[in-house]
């Protein structure tokens, strides 16, 4: 799967995610939680989910296309 497989707004909510999960991590405070947990009611009830076959791996391949730091390989 490649970042053409998700729509733009998936990309973006799983950035911030991790915008969000790193947020919290250096500041673990309630209201960091609080927007953390709703990033992640907004990705995991995307739309997006209802047509795919196999959630997990599209979720993990979701991941790893916008991953801080990740290098992806060229696509063939």
């Keep these: 799967m490649s970042d053409a497989d998700f729509p733009d707004d ?13 947020a ?3 500041d673990p405070s309630m209201e ?3 927007g953390f947990a ?5 990705l995991y009830n995307h739309p997006y989910w209802a047509g795919v076959e196999n959630r997990h791996k599209a979720a993990m391949a979701l991941k790893a296309a916008v991953r ?9």
Excluded: S, V
């Design 10 to 22: 998936l990309l973006d909510l799983q950035r911030r995610w991790y915008e969000a999960e790193a």
């Design 24 to 26: 919290w991590a250096a």
């Design 32 to 34: 960091r939680r609080a």
């Design 38 to 42: 709703g990033i992640g009611g907004e």
């Design 68 to 76: 801080p730091g990740t290098a992806r390989e060229p696509a063939a």
